[in-house]
């Protein structure tokens, strides 16, 4: 019984929070690696991109919640996720035909790419703050929890309680549903094959007769739709609030960098190499140990490794280690 | 010829004269109109020009000069844009008293950097940190909102009235959090209270799920909340209640927002906390006047806000000058007794009392009594929250 106990507060703090959180990063992460891997620099407009396709995505659920549309246990802004995208699609195209396209041309060094990725950051910043403000927006609906503390502890009668959101199942699963058709686009089709193939050298590309122009608006839509995904599953599992997106820009370019950026398994792994150092290093183990232990061994203190302060040094020390020992990352990416 | 233009010189300059009598006396209010509390400062500002406006309408101070109230921006968090916006008041529309600032990072800076270099009279309306009591200030600092050393102390015997001896604390990582925790940790351990964990939270992250699990293991009958309620705070308590942590949290003055409760909805009910508040005539006086001129009393620091701005221009008045190091002298004698007790709407009658040589004793919305270094000593509302709202339990 105690074993259990201690087993479900292990997965009710730790596990469950920092699956869902490493599942956002990871999605957020592969975006960031595709731009790096075919336009070949470091997308700093990224967390703003999410900002944005979360807004559009946001100001559909309000009109359809209007209506009266609804998808009964579910959020009303899975229904308008596709029309979010279609948005998000349409800015990052107009932005790469009217930015990127113009030094794409000049063949600029990618140093260049990313200062002007941080422009337009600056630009989508705005933007975003114009249109919904800078406050928080609340757009969840639907049942909240799946499992809720209380009802858990009344029903297996232990003394801890195991809380399960729907929107953490919801990230959950989209996020390995996002995953699988991702893998498959580029590992199984002939645009994803081309797309690969670009990566891999841009010059044979050209030569085998693959559009290069194509090849980059087929990126900039899947990276839209990651964005937008990634944007409104932290939205409805947190909340809205345009500067939060642009602070997850930190840990989402340190889960790429981990898994090796241009690795699309490494941005996943990446991930939850992120999330679960910062909850489990941080997390004071006192209470699962109190189960755990015999009496005599119970810890007097709160053994916690570090204090919840240090959470993101946690994980730029494994960026760093990862870097020192293993320049590419985990994945073997581009080198930096 | 030479004396049409002899003539017209000595006139321009009788002119000048005269001018320079009437010129109007500038006041200085700086406070973060953008950044993370933009959404409360027009309030105070708006206070604080009602206050100079009803002593303009009352025929001005030092025999008939006008206030005239400049603004600047603060921005609540960057000390250099708030001390370079005091030092433009100063040197560029050579004001003669600063209303602010407001957060008490940048009052801090303003007043290390601008105020006591220069000589200026800085009264914060809402500066709370107790780290302010012992700044090097030259007696040019005072302050109308209490210092949150009190505030910990209200907080601690809120939660032991209720029996509850053991808490966790979480602080937004800044100025204002830290001293509110110092402050509540020591008052709640000195009752006689255990703190199982003291952790610091960033405003604006992405997770909180790190906090929110090392504050549920550390345990403890109630999650004491230092932060604000559209920022971390929220974060927090969300993911408390979520994960079934903590259903009970006791909250400091930043978490004190309807929006907060409209958020979180009847999972809060239950909680309590405290914000600074004043009531009876001073405050009532107060509302009446905000109602007239048209903006909602009832937000954060506005009554604070109104009598900084008060206490200024009387204080010029008992001393006869503008000169801040004349005048800061007399902000604590009108500020505390003896003399007439002066409430909102009262200020001609008070700028009256001390031209005939009377002394007063500025009430003011909040019922103003300085201490100790010059700041007050503030009352607090101790709250409930019953059907998503805040309710009154006492005045302490």
């Not at chain 2, 939270?201 to 604000?228: F, I, N, W």
């Given at each position: 019984?105690?074993?259990?106990?201690?087993?479900?507060?292990?997965?009710?703090?730790?596990?469950?929070?920092?699956?869902?959180?490493?599942?956002?990063?990871?999605?957020?992460?592969?975006?960031?690696?595709?731009?790096?891997?075919?336009?070949?620099?470091?997308?700093?407009?990224?967390?703003?991109?999410?900002?944005?396709?979360?807004?559009?995505?946001?100001?559909?659920?309000?009109?359809?919640?209007?209506?009266?549309?609804?998808?009964?246990?579910?959020?009303?802004?899975?229904?308008?996720?596709?029309?979010?995208?279609?948005?998000?699609?349409?800015?990052?195209?107009?932005?790469?035909?009217?930015?990127?396209?113009?030094?794409?041309?000049?063949?600029?060094?990618?140093?260049?790419?990313?200062?002007?990725?941080?422009?337009?950051?600056?630009?989508?910043?705005?933007?975003?703050?114009?249109?919904?403000?800078?406050?928080?927006?609340?757009?969840?609906?639907?049942?909240?929890?799946?499992?809720?503390?209380?009802?858990?502890?009344?029903?297996?009668?232990?003394?801890?309680?195991?809380?399960?959101?729907?929107?953490?199942?919801?990230?959950?699963?989209?996020?390995?549903?996002?995953?699988?058709?991702?893998?498959?686009?580029?590992?199984?089709?002939?645009?994803?094959?081309?797309?690969?193939?670009?990566?891999?050298?841009?010059?044979?590309?050209?030569?085998?007769?693959?559009?290069?122009?194509?090849?980059?608006?087929?990126?900039?839509?899947?990276?839209?739709?990651?964005?937008?995904?990634?944007?409104?599953?932290?939205?409805?599992?947190?909340?809205?609030?345009?500067?939060?997106?642009?602070?997850?820009?930190?840990?989402?370019?340190?889960?790429?960098?981990?898994?090796?950026?241009?690795?699309?398994?490494?941005?996943?792994?990446?991930?939850?190499?992120?999330?679960?150092?910062?909850?489990?290093?941080?997390?004071?183990?006192?209470?699962?140990?109190?189960?755990?232990?015999?009496?005599?061994?119970?810890?007097?203190?709160?053994?916690?490794?570090?204090?919840?302060?240090?959470?993101?040094?946690?994980?730029?020390?494994?960026?760093?280690?990862?870097?020192?020992?293993?320049?590419?990352?985990?994945?073997?990416?581009?080198?930096? | 010829?030479?004396?049409?233009?002899?003539?017209?010189?000595?006139?321009?300059?009788?002119?000048?004269?005269?001018?320079?009598?009437?010129?109007?006396?500038?006041?200085?209010?700086?406070?973060?109109?953008?950044?993370?509390?933009?959404?409360?400062?027009?309030?105070?500002?708006?206070?604080?020009?009602?206050?100079?406006?009803?002593?303009?309408?009352?025929?001005?101070?030092?025999?008939?000069?006008?206030?005239?109230?400049?603004?600047?921006?603060?921005?609540?968090?960057?000390?250099?844009?708030?001390?370079?916006?005091?030092?433009?008041?100063?040197?560029?529309?050579?004001?003669?008293?600063?209303?602010?600032?407001?957060?008490?990072?940048?009052?801090?800076?303003?007043?290390?950097?601008?105020?006591?270099?220069?000589?200026?009279?800085?009264?914060?309306?809402?500066?709370?940190?107790?780290?302010?009591?012992?700044?090097?200030?030259?007696?040019?600092?005072?302050?109308?909102?209490?210092?949150?050393?009190?505030?910990?102390?209200?907080?601690?015997?809120?939660?032991?009235?209720?029996?509850?001896?053991?808490?966790?604390?979480?602080?937004?990582?800044?100025?204002?959090?830290?001293?509110?925790?110092?402050?509540?940790?020591?008052?709640?351990?000195?009752?006689?209270?255990?703190?199982?964990?003291?952790?610091?939270?960033?405003?604006?992250?992405?997770?909180?799920?790190?906090?929110?699990?090392?504050?549920?293991?550390?345990?403890?009958?109630?999650?004491?909340?230092?932060?604000?309620?559209?920022?971390?705070?929220?974060?927090?308590?969300?993911?408390?209640?979520?994960?079934?942590?903590?259903?009970?949290?006791?909250?400091?003055?930043?978490?004190?927002?309807?929006?907060?409760?409209?958020?979180?909805?009847?999972?809060?009910?239950?909680?309590?906390?405290?914000?600074?508040?004043?009531?009876?005539?001073?405050?009532?006086?107060?509302?009446?006047?905000?109602?007239?001129?048209g903006f909602d009393a009832a937000t954060s620091y506005t009554r604070e806000s109104y009598d900084a701005a008060a206490l200024i221009a009387l204080a010029m008045q008992a001393s006869g000058s503008t000169d801040p190091n004349e005048y800061k002298t007399a902000i604590m004698e009108v500020a505390n007794a003896p003399g007439e007790e002066i409430l909102p709407g009262e200020l001609g009658k008070a700028i009256g009392i001390l031209q005939d040589g009377g002394d007063?004793?500025?009430?003011?919305?909040?019922?103003?009594?300085?201490?100790?270094?010059?700041?007050?000593?503030?009352?607090?509302?101790?709250y409930v929250v019953e059907d998503g709202t805040f309710e009154q339990v006492e005045i302490r």
């Open positions: 019984m105690d074993f259990l106990n201690g087993f479900v507060a292990l997965l009710n703090f730790v596990v469950i929070p920092a699956t869902a959180y490493g599942a956002q990063l990871a999605l957020g992460a592969l975006g960031v690696t595709l731009i790096y891997g075919i336009l070949r620099f470091s997308n700093f407009a990224h967390g703003d991109t999410m900002a944005f396709g979360a807004m559009a995505t946001i100001l559909v659920t309000w009109a359809f919640q209007s209506m009266g549309l609804h998808l009964w246990g579910l959020p009303t802004a899975l229904l308008a996720l596709p029309f979010g995208i279609v948005v998000a699609a349409l800015l990052v195209l107009g932005t790469d035909r009217v930015v990127y396209r113009f030094y794409r041309r000049h063949k600029v060094s990618p140093v260049i790419l990313v200062i002007v990725s941080m422009g337009v950051m600056f630009v989508y910043n705005g933007l975003v703050r114009f249109v919904i403000g800078p406050d928080d927006q609340n757009f969840a609906d639907g049942a909240r929890f799946l499992i809720n503390a209380r009802d858990f502890r009344e029903m297996t009668g232990l003394d801890e309680g195991l809380a399960f959101r729907t929107s953490q199942a919801m990230t959950i699963i989209t996020a390995v549903i996002v995953v699988a058709i991702l893998f498959w686009f580029l590992n199984r089709t002939r645009t994803g094959k081309s797309m690969r193939a670009f990566s891999d050298n841009e010059d044979l590309a050209l030569l085998s007769g693959i559009n290069p122009e194509r090849v980059v608006a087929i990126t900039w839509i899947i990276v839209a739709a990651l964005a937008t995904v990634a944007g409104v599953l932290y939205g409805l599992d947190k909340s809205f609030k345009p500067f939060t997106y642009f602070q997850l820009l930190l840990p989402i370019f340190a889960a790429a960098i981990v898994g090796g950026l241009g690795s699309p398994v490494g941005a996943i792994v990446g991930g939850f190499v992120v999330a679960f150092s910062e909850v489990t290093i941080t997390y004071a183990w006192k209470k699962v140990l109190e189960y755990w232990l015999p009496a005599a061994l119970e810890p007097e203190g709160l053994v916690q490794l570090l204090s919840t302060d240090y959470k993101f040094a946690v994980s730029f020390a494994i960026l760093v280690i990862v870097l020192l020992f293993r320049p590419t990352g985990l994945f073997k990416g581009k080198s930096v | 010829m030479k004396k049409f233009l002899m003539a017209s010189a000595a006139s321009v300059l009788a002119a000048g004269g005269a001018m320079a009598q009437d010129d109007p006396i500038k006041l200085g209010i700086i406070l973060g109109f953008t950044g993370p509390i933009e959404s409360i400062t027009p309030n105070m500002s708006s206070s604080a020009q009602l206050a100079a406006s009803e002593i303009n309408e009352a025929g001005g101070l030092l025999d008939g000069r006008m206030l005239e109230a400049v603004t600047a921006d603060s921005t609540c968090i960057d000390a250099a844009a708030a001390t370079a916006a005091a030092e433009r008041l100063i040197t560029s529309e050579g004001i003669s008293g600063i209303m602010g600032a407001d957060c008490s990072g940048v009052t801090g800076a303003i007043l290390a950097n601008v105020a006591v270099p220069n000589g200026m009279v800085m009264i914060s309306p809402s500066a709370t940190s107790p780290g302010l009591s012992e700044a090097e200030d030259n007696d040019f600092f005072f302050r109308t909102a209490p210092s949150d050393a009190r505030q910990g102390e209200v907080l601690a015997n809120i939660l032991m009235d209720r029996g509850i001896e053991e808490v966790a604390v979480t602080y937004t990582n800044n100025d204002y959090g830290q001293g509110l925790s110092d402050s509540f940790i020591s008052s709640f351990e000195e009752a006689g209270g255990t703190v199982t964990l003291n952790a610091s939270h960033e405003d604006g992250r992405g997770d909180y799920s790190a906090e929110v699990g090392a504050l549920a293991s550390a345990g403890g009958d109630a999650l004491v909340v230092l932060g604000y309620a559209d920022q971390g705070g929220l974060g927090i308590i969300r993911g408390a209640l979520d994960s079934g942590a903590f259903d009970m949290f006791a909250m400091g003055d930043g978490m004190y927002s309807q929006s907060l409760l409209d958020t979180l909805g009847s999972s809060m009910n239950g909680s309590v906390g405290a914000v600074p508040w004043s009531e009876g005539e001073g405050s009532e006086a107060f509302a009446g006047l905000t109602e007239e001129a007063i004793d500025y009430v003011g919305a909040t019922n103003v009594e300085l201490i100790g270094g010059g700041e007050a000593a503030g009352t607090y509302l101790e």
